[in-house]
T-cell receptor, first 114, second 116 residues
Framework: EPEVTQTPSHQVTQMGQEVILRCVPISNHLYFYWYRQILGQKVEFLVSFYNNEISEKSEIFDDQFSVERPDGSNFTLKIRSTKLEDSAMYFC????????????FGDGTRLSIL | AQSVTQPDIHITVSEGASLELRCNYSYGATPYLFWYVQSPGQGLQLLLKYFSGDTLVQGIKGFEAEFKRSQSSFNLRKPSVHWSDAAEYFCAVALYSGAGSYQLTFGKGTKLSVIP
């Protein structure tokens, strides 16, 4: 069964550094999402992306965050200047059409900010 | 704003016993509801979904869930739990935005432990 693939599985970065998290969504999917889960807390929506632009973003997704689909297969989340509070598990998800289709999640990237 | 409440943080059941995980939602319109499972070190795997129609939905791994509009609930059930079901379970509701995409609002999760 096709899967959403995320790399790396664990990223350790110094505070203030830029980090890029990578995702390869399922190939025929059109909608792409990022979520994060701070340790011990809920999974939270960050952003949705469709047709090469952001559809929706949460208040968490401030100017430090950006997303990009640089080619036909990858979907990336960039954090420009990381803070300690960015430490979390970041999940990428994708779905075929939006309505009535479930989102399929990757295994996540654990981001640790030192 | 929509929200999801999972009142049980941690549940322990014996292998072979039945299971019910509770989920209550708050949403202004007809909700689209999901249950996901997360094993340690893994991502979120979809167990089942409710969009419309029959209020009792069947999912993978022998799970089912019942949508009860009058109680704003979407409880997950399994008649006989296996040791491999030990994981964390998340209930979620979809909030649709424009262009057909939607964001999921998750509950805090219920951790299930299974004892032999």
């Amino acid at each position: 069964e096709p899967e959403v693939t995320q790399t790396p599985s664990h990223q350790v970065t110094q505070m203030g550094q830029e980090v890029i998290l990578r995702c390869v969504p399922i190939s025929n999917h059109l909608y792409f999402y990022w979520y994060r889960q701070i340790l011990g807390q809920k999974v939270e929506f960050l952003v949705s992306f469709y047709n090469n632009e952001i559809s929706e973003k949460s208040e968490i997704f401030d100017d430090q965050f950006s997303v990009e689909r640089p080619d036909g297969s990858n979907f990336t989340l960039k954090i420009r200047s990381t803070k300690l509070e960015d430490s979390a598990m970041y999940f990428c998800a994708s779905s075929t059409t939006g309505v009535n289709q479930p989102q399929h999640f990757g295994d996540g990237t654990r981001l640790s900010i030192l | 704003a929509q929200s999801v409440t999972q009142p049980d943080i941690h549940i322990t059941v014996s292998e072979g016993a039945s299971l019910e995980l509770r989920c209550n939602y708050s949403y202004g319109a007809t909700p689209y509801l999901f249950w996901y499972v997360q094993s340690p070190g893994q991502g979120l795997q979809l167990l089942l979904k409710y969009f419309s129609g029959d209020t009792l939905v069947q999912g993978i791994k022998g799970f089912e869930a019942e949508f009860k509009r009058s109680q704003s609930s979407f409880n997950l059930r399994k008649p006989s739990v296996h040791w491999s079901d030990a994981a964390e379970y998340f209930c979620a509701v979809a909030l649709y935005s424009g262009a057909g995409s939607y964001q999921l609002t998750f509950g805090k999760g219920t951790k299930l432990s299974v004892i032999p």
